[in-house]
């Protein structure tokens, strides 16, 4: 029914996969579907709701530059600077949209030391998702599969926040983090198939 809903309001490559979700062997969220929901209430504002994603982005780049500074391989740690540089990209272009729909003057120093980043990307601590994963945080395809599962439910976090929200704007701009979220999956797989053909 959901596939035939999604191909009458037009989509064009919808697919029912048999079996149903316990059949999908790619990225999923997890620990239910109100995991990370307690940070949008609904009844944000457009920019609450920037706010609110630049504190996540900002939790996840400082769990990467922490782990770039304790693990042993160099290739790691590389690769989370890397990681790390994806997510200052990400909270520069959310503060330019801050900046832009706020017509504030603030500096993003000023903005960013009021974050308080209580949870990374998808609403969890960075301690729940390596709790929860148990990565080898030594090896780059360890770190690489955490990144994708972090990215997974961060997509799914802004997704789920866009169908609860009222105010138009705040939907579009949930619905965009959560297209943005689906780029970085895209580039983190890239990323991993590099990491693999460079062992092969």
Known sequence: MAAQTLSGKGFREVINLAGG?????????????????????GNESPEQTLVIAYGLEL???????????????????NLFQKLSRIEINHRDRIFREYVR????????????????ASAA??????????????PDLESPEGVIELAMSIEAQ??????RASERVEQKESQEFLSQLADEEQAHLRQLGQLMDSVIEERS
């Open 121 to 134: 990307e998808g609403g969890m601590t960075t301690e729940e998702y390596v709790s929860f994963f148990n």
């Open 59 to 77: 939790g996840l780049e400082e769990f990467y530059v922490s782990m770039a500074k304790t693990v042993n391989s160099e290739a790691v740690k």
């Open 21 to 41: 979700i316990r059949a999908w062997n790619g990225e999923k969220a997890f620990f239910g579907q109100e995991k990370g929901l307690e940070l949008f209430t």
């Open 101 to 116: 729909i706020s017509h504030t003057t603030v500096s993003q120093e000023a903005f960013a030391s009021d974050q308080v």
């Open 154 to 159: 961060a997509l799914d976090l802004y997704f």
